[in-house]
């Protein structure tokens, strides 16, 4: 519950102390930090009859002075212009201003210099500049996030945005939770050195007045970590329900685009899937994708039952039939639908894309050994004609990440099939994934290859059996998370900021990936939560990240990186 709460506690203190009819301004990222914690009916429960983008509201003249005007809006210097323009005429009757992280004193000046009508009420800082996807998971949304890939010399000021923006979500959410951490990174990244030791600076310096909090016996960590020390886990197919529907499908703010993959009715066309609103989703979100189709039969026999319906369902496309058929069902339950509609549309996905063939040898390369079986595995599936590009991408990707060292001939002949069976393959796109994040760069021990702990550890895995062929690979974090709780991280791979140590085992622990997070990842921090190991974990990233996300940043990257060399 804790970041989901904090935020719609913040929204509550905005909208319930103004009575009366509202109207509610936001830009292109609070609406999303909203829209994951508030629904449309709340809002109107709260009077609010409007909500507008504050770029589309400047464009309107027409004046609303029966209405208060509540903006939520980040304090960047556009969203201040645009502030400074629409009180100069105001079109609103009251004007609550409400920003998500620090002002600074100058924009405070300027917003008041531009009330020369004084509509403004009050101006406050509430410091919800996250959005909180689930209850320990949140994203920072950045549509640049291949920045973190780039050299600082490429383009210094873009980075330095990134960065910016990484330290005011990180500072956001440690200012909702009322902590300050001790704070450490991965040391064979500079930009997690570089945001470790920046929002250090912000908090222990810059505003330490602010982070003042009453101390905690034990201060919480920040650990910041990049993406690129685990560039296995956004490249898998996934097998749980939530990591699943992102993979397939896409999610963005809990919302699921249907019309990506095909025609659905109006009302279906856009589902939402959130734990706080779907107590279906909250049971199921991981679990398993065979046990999914069971728990959704179960949910449908139940109604049956209720609708005295006799009709025997054996398949999905049976339950698909079954739901259409019921248009009050519908009504009742849009619910069931709509997990009726994403487990059939899934099912056709894994049956087109021969994800089950893909997937086995993908988790043999993420966790197993024997590089001659896995040639040839990955050799077969780039002949196969039913298999994607983009699996054939990841496939090699994989491959390349597993034995860049000891097979470097059957990798150039991987390369030169993929190059021939793959008409949209970018040439040296694997390449640039081993610069990026190959075994030279990577902090931590991806393949438990070098720790006898984890060579142990798979054995006794191997002999008792995996539960599930394509669920068995543990993401890099899981490892992060079981080091923090036995006290075994090392300073080596992981450094502090600073002069702030910690003694014995933290309470809370926030980890930031640079990069961005997957739902396997959050998956993972969730388990662990339940596990009660007496530590709490939150998971938050720059973006959260499928395949073919991962896929576009690091052809971005490659590209800038081919320019800026050739300018050079």
């Known amino acids: 519950m804790v970041l989901v709460s904090a935020v719609r506690d913040y929204v509550n203190r905005m909208l319930q102390d103004i009575s009366g009819m509202k109207v509610l301004i936001l830009d292109s990222q609070t609406v999303s930090i909203v829209s994951v914690v508030y629904s449309q009916s709340e809002l109107l429960q709260k009077e609010v009859f409007l909500v507008e983008l504050i770029d589309s509201i400047s464009k309107s003249k027409e004046s609303m002075s029966h209405l208060k005007a509540v903006y939520f809006l980040r304090p960047t210097s556009e969203n201040i212009q645009h502030m400074r323009r629409q009180l100069s005429n105001p079109r609103f009757g009251e004007y609550h201003l409400f920003f998500s992280n620090m002002l600074k004193d100058t924009e405070i000046h300027l917003l008041a210099d531009s009330d020369e009508q ?47 923006r ?26 997690a050195k570089r945001i470790a030791h920046e929002t250090a600076k912000l908090m222990y310096q810059q505003e330490s007045g602010l982070f003042d909090f009453r101390r905690m016996e034990m201060s919480p960590l920040l650990l910041i970590v990049d993406r690129r020390d685990d560039p296995v886990t956004p490249l898998l197919n996934q097998w749980t329900y939530q990591a699943m529907v992102n993979e397939l499908i896409g999610i963005q703010d809990n919302k699921v685009d249907l019309r990506s993959i095909g025609k659905f009715p109006k009302d279906q066309e856009e589902v939402v899937l959130s734990s706080e609103q779907d107590a279906f989703f909250k049971a199921n979100m991981y679990e398993n994708f065979g046990d999914i189709g069971m728990n959704i039969k179960r949910m449908v026999d139940d109604f049956q039952q209720v609708a005295k319906s006799n009709q025997t369902i054996q398949t999905i496309e049976d339950m698909a039939k079954f739901v259409d058929n019921y248009p009050e069902y519908r009504k009742m339950h849009g619910n ?44 077969n599936l780039l002949n196969n004609e039913s298999i994607s590009d983009i699996d054939r991408l990841c496939l090699v990707m994989l491959y390349a990440l597993r034995y860049e060292k000891e097979s470097p001939v059957q990798l150039m002949q991987l390369f030169n099939k993929l190059a021939s069976r793959s008409a949209k393959y970018k040439p ?33 895995r191997g002999l008792k059996g995996v539960e599930n062929v394509y669920t068995q690979h543990q993401p890099l974090l899981f490892q992060t998370m079981e080091s923090i709780t036995k006290g075994r991280l090392r300073d080596v791979d992981f450094p502090y900021v600073g002069n702030h140590f910690q003694q014995g085992r933290p309470q809370e622990v926030i980890i930031f990936i640079i990069g961005g997070t997957t739902y396997e990842e959050s998956r993972s921090v969730a388990l662990q939560n339940a596990s009660n190991s007496g530590i709490r974990f939150i998971l938050g990233g720059s973006a ?3 395949s073919k996300r991962f896929l576009k940043d690091l052809g971005e990257a490659q590209r800038i990186s081919r320019t800026s060399t050739s300018v050079v």
Do not use: W
């Not at 996250?130 to 996030?145: C, E, G």
């Not at 009322?178 to 930009?191: A, F, G, H, N, V």
């Not at 702990?453 to 798979?458: E, K, S, T, V």
């Open 166 to 191: 990484a330290v005011d979500g990180i500072a956001a959410v440690f200012l909702a939770l009322k902590r300050r951490p001790i704070i450490r990174y991965s040391s064979t990244s500079d930009i």
């Open 336 to 379: 069931v639908s709509k997990h009726v509609t994403l487990v059939t549309e899934m099912s056709k996905i894994v049956e087109e894309r021969k994800l089950m063939l893909v997937s086995e040898t993908e988790q043999e390369l993420a966790c197993n050994g024997g590089q001659v079986a896995a040639f040839e595995a990955v050799t």
């Open 428 to 460: 040296g796109l694997v390449q640039f994934l081993l610069k990026q994040a190959g075994v030279d760069k990577r902090t931590g021990d991806l393949y438990g290859n070098r720790d006898f702990l984890n060579i142990a550890r798979n054995m006794a």
């Open 544 to 546: 959260v990240l499928n």
């Open 118 to 164: 004084e509509v403004v009420q009050q101006v406050q800082e509430f410091y919800a500049d996250f959005i909180a996807v689930d209850p320990y998971h949140f994203t920072l949304n950045m549509p640049s996030n291949h920045h973190y890939m780039l050299p600082a010399v490429v383009d210094p000021s873009s980075l330095q945005h990134f960065c910016d």
